[in-house]
Nanobody
Framework: QVYLAESGGGLVKSGDSLRLPCAAS????????MGWFRQAPGAGREFVAT????????YYADSAKGRFTISRDNGRNMLYLQMNSLKPEDTAVYYCVAKIGMVPATEEDDYEYWGQGTQVTVSS
């Protein structure tokens, strides 16, 4: 069983930056695609970003392009989401995800493993 634990969420102001780490435990995920989703109040889960093992293939949601950066440290089983120029509409619970297989995906049904989520609130 794989366990994912996000941290780093909090209350920030519009324009601030925040870095979300995700620690993975259990079988190594070095060869698996990992990513981030988010869920705003009253909304469904939304894809944010994903990357493969070597970060040679990375996808971002349009809302994240140019502001967010996904990265991973496979030796430490860590995934990160660097978020810059945050906006109030980025307010959501952010989930770290991992899938069986190396190919990144943008649909939530493609991911077998989910963390509990970390709350990010951006005030205007």
């Amino acid at each position: 069983q794989v366990y994912l634990a996000e941290s780093g969420g909090g209350l920030v102001k519009s324009g601030d930056s925040l870095r979300l780490p995700c620690a993975a435990s259990g079988p190594t995920l070095a060869r698996n695609a990992m990513g981030w989703f988010r869920q705003a109040p009253g909304a469904g889960r939304e894809f944010v970003a994903t990357t493969n093992w070597g970060e040679s293939t990375t996808y971002y949601a349009d809302s994240a392009k140019g502001r967010f950066t996904i990265s991973r440290d496979n030796g430490r089983n860590m995934l990160y989401l660097q978020m810059n120029s945050l906006k109030p509409e980025d307010t959501a619970v952010y989930y770290c995800v991992a899938k069986i297989g190396m190919v990144p995906a943008t649909e939530e049904d493609d991911y077998e493993y989910w963390g509990q989520g970390t709350q990010v609130t951006v005030s205007s």
